[in-house]
C-alpha cells in the first residue's frame, strides 16, 4: 500500500519558517493531487494546501500569501504563526477527479502519520 512519511516539522517562534516534506513509497501507480492537511485537539482537519498534477494549486484563506506547496508535495511555511501550530498530514490521492476539491479530507484516500509542527509566541 502507499506508504507516507511526512519530515521537516518542529518548533519555531512566530515568524519563522519551515519545510515540510512527503516522501511516497511502496505504492502502486501515480497520484493526481496532493495536499497537506493540520489538525489540533478539538478542532477539525483543515486543509492547508493542494496540488494536482496540471499544477494547480489551492490554499486556505489562512495560510495564502504566506505557504507554498510545491508539486513534489514540499510544504514551505513561512511567517508563522501559533495558529499555524498543529499536526501537519501529507495526503495523496489517485482518482483524477480529485483536482475538483483539492482541500476536502474526504478526497484524499492515502494518509501520513504526520509531523508535529509548534508555533510559540
Known amino acids: 500500500q502507499v506508504r507516507l512519511v511526512e519530515s521537516g516539522g518542529g518548533s519555531v517562534q512566530a515568524g519563522g519558517s519551515l519545510r515540510l516534506s512527503c516522501k511516497i513509497s511502496e505504492y502502486i501507480g501515480g497520484y493526481y493531487c496532493m495536499a497537506w492537511f493540520r489538525q489540533v485537539p478539538g478542532k477539525e482537519r483543515e486543509g492547508v494546501a493542494g496540488i494536482d498534477r496540471d499544477p494547480y494549486t489551492y490554499y486556505a484563506d489562512s495560510v495564502k500569501g504566506r505557504f507554498t506547496i510545491s508539486i513534489d508535495n514540499t510544504l514551505i511555511m513561512n511567517n508563522l504563526k501559533p495558529e499555524d501550530t498543529g499536526i501537519y498530514y501529507c495526503?495523496?490521492?489517485?482518482?483524477?477527479?480529485?483536482?475538483?476539491?483539492?482541500?476536502?479530507?474526504?478526497?484524499?484516500?492515502?494518509w501520513g502519520q504526520g509531523t508535529q509542527v509548534t508555533v510559540s509566541s
Open positions: 495526503v495523496t490521492e489517485t482518482a483524477w477527479r480529485c483536482r475538483h476539491d483539492l482541500l476536502n479530507p474526504n478526497t484524499y484516500s492515502n
